[in-house]
């Protein structure tokens, strides 16, 4: 089922320092890109999200660039703190479809 | 204003059972989803109500159902529970014909014996 893959596994990065994480969609028809943020014990918290009529969209430190040709996009979080460690999900579907498709998560750790 | 609630936190069950989990939207949505979430995975969609039908559906089995209630809640019902039904049940709300980007609630956490 899962038609949205995401990379890489875990990342560790400096207080301070750029997260970058990035996902690869197959199906076409997706048109809605949210990235959600998970902490343990708790549900998926919406972060941002983009549809394919714009290359980026941020939201003061999450900046998500889309490249609709290469069906790519991808999670830059911009001075990365401590308490941005989380497990971060990008995720597709069609508008007005809500068959909601996950990549497998991306567990981000940043050291003080 | 509550957000999405579920009930209960945590659940424990032994194979061949039946299970009933319980969700109730964030004020204003008309939509529930739910997801089932293996560790160390992401949601896999389950399926949605809306008008309280069944609108759409994920690759499930009907051991999997579910019921909205004209008040926007919803229940997931798993039938002959196996192990590998052990997992975090997520549900989302949404409200029908706006954004529709989905709010999820904190889960219930069951695990079959």
């Known amino acids: 089922q899962q038609q949205v893959k995401q990379s890489p596994q875990s990342l560790i990065v400096q207080k301070g320092g750029i997260s970058i994480i990035n996902c690869a969609y197959e199906?076409?028809?997706?048109?809605?890109f949210p990235w959600y943020q998970q902490f343990p014990g708790k549900g998926p918290a919406l972060l941002i999200a983009?549809?394919?009529?714009?290359s980026e969209k941020k939201e003061g430190r999450f900046t998500i660039s889309f490249n609709k040709s290469a069906k790519q996009f991808s999670l830059h979080i911009m001075d990365s703190q401590p308490g941005d460690s989380a497990t971060y999900f990008c995720?597709?579907?069609?508008?007005?479809?809500?068959?909601?498709?996950f990549g497998a998560g991306t567990r981000l750790t940043v050291k003080p | 204003d509550a957000g999405v609630t579920q009930s209960p936190t945590h659940l424990i069950k032994t194979r061949g059972q039946q299970v009933t989990l319980r969700c109730s939207p964030k004020?204003?949505?008309?939509?529930v989803s739910w997801y089932q979430q293996a560790l160390g995975q992401g949601p896999q969609f389950i399926f949605q109500?809306?008008?309280?039908?069944?609108?759409q559906r994920g690759n499930f089995p009907d051991r999997f159902s579910g019921h909205q209630y004209p008040n926007y809640s919803s229940e997931l019902n798993v039938n002959a529970l196996l192990l590998g039904d052990s997992a975090l049940y997520l549900c989302?709300?949404?409200?029908?014909?706006?954004?529709?980007?989905?709010?999820f609630g904190p889960g219930t956490r069951l695990l079959v014996l």
């Open positions: 199906n076409t028809a997706f048109d809605y």
């Open positions: 004020s204003g949505h008309d939509t």
């Open positions: 995720a597709a579907s069609i508008y007005n479809n809500n068959d909601m498709r």
């Open positions: 109500y809306y008008e309280e039908e069944e609108r």
């Open positions: 989302a709300s949404s409200q029908s014909g706006g954004e529709e980007t989905q709010y």
């Open positions: 983009i549809r394919p009529d714009v």
